[in-house]
């Protein structure tokens, strides 16, 4: 499927960084509760990725990644999940956390 630039320009995808991550023991799958901070504009966003594989709490805080933040928030479970942080699988199939390789500044958007 083809889609024109505009289709593309309508989703809004900027870098935040993760401010605190805890498990999330409700979810159907492991995963685990993220706040993100995406800079003065949009503020800290709460959002739930199933990345336990790869990653510890302790080791996402800091951590840049890139979220869709025009996405309308989604409940799951006693979460609202108010952007999707994105990743791709590695060869497993397990999730691998979309990140800028360079300090970048928060609230950045993806072109």
Do not use: C
């Amino acid at each position: 499927m083809t889609i024109s630039y505009d289709d593309f320009t309508r989703v809004e995808i900027r870098v935040g960084r993760i401010t605190r991550a805890e498990p999330f023991p409700e979810a159907r799958k492991p995963a685990y509760r993220l706040w993100v901070d995406f800079g003065p504009d949009l503020g800290e966003k709460r959002s739930s990725a199933q990345i336990t594989t790869h990653y510890r709490p302790e080791d996402l805080i800091g951590k840049q990644v890139m979220a869709v933040v025009n996405f309308p928030p989604r409940q799951i479970g006693p979460v609202r999940s108010e952007v999707l942080v994105l990743g791709v699988p590695d060869a497993a199939g397990e999730v691998v956390l979309l990140s800028p390789d360079l300090e970048v500044p928060l609230g950045g958007r993806m072109f």
